[in-house]
């Protein structure tokens, strides 16, 4: 997939219709600079999975868990971690293997730790100022 974003609207449109067809397990990993649009993108999926609440990123607490969804999704931010071992502690396993969707901001940090069938969506500026999204 590669998609061409004009604006805030447009990146929580594409997380709507990732949110489609993801199903439970599946990893999404997000790959961008600050301000790439990784929390509007996640945003949509929730929205899209029906999940209740409102999504803000999670760069200070490193974790977000949504329900009241067709499937539950946490969202997670790697960018102030500084191991692998700090992913672990916050229960990396256990949020695989709940049943639900993954979302991990700056997924690149830790690459190792992504599931094999993970999804990566890297969001890059263009150069209409708008944004690409590759994955």
Same mark, same amino acid.
């Given at each position: 997939m590669e998609r061409g974003i004009a604006n805030e *609207?447009?990146? #929580?449109? $594409?997380?709507?219709? !990732?949110? @489609? %067809?993801?199903?439970? *397990?599946?990893? #999404?990993? $997000?790959?961008?600079? !600050?301000? @790439? %649009?990784?929390?509007?993108?996640?945003?949509?999926?929730?929205?899209?999975?029906?999940?209740? %609440?409102?999504?803000?990123?999670?760069?200070?607490s490193l974790v977000h868990e949504y329900a009241g969804g067709r499937l539950p999704m946490a969202h997670l931010d790697f960018y102030r971690l500084e191991s692998a071992a700090e992913l672990v502690a916050l229960g990396w396993d256990?949020?695989?293997?709940?049943?639900?969707?993954?979302?991990?901001?700056?997924?690149?940090?830790?690459?190792?730790m992504m599931p094999e069938n993970t999804r990566w969506l890297r969001i890059s500026p263009d150069e209409t100022g708008g944004r690409r999204v590759l994955g």
């Open positions: *609207g447009e990146m #929580i449109d $594409l997380g709507r219709e !990732l949110a @489609a %067809g993801l199903m439970g *397990g599946d990893v #999404i990993a $997000l790959v961008g600079g !600050l301000g @790439a %649009g990784k929390t509007h993108l996640t945003k949509g999926i929730a929205a899209g999975l029906g999940c209740q %609440g409102e999504v803000t990123s999670p760069t200070f256990e949020l695989i293997d709940q049943g639900g969707v993954v979302v991990a901001e700056w997924a690149d940090r830790f690459p190792e």
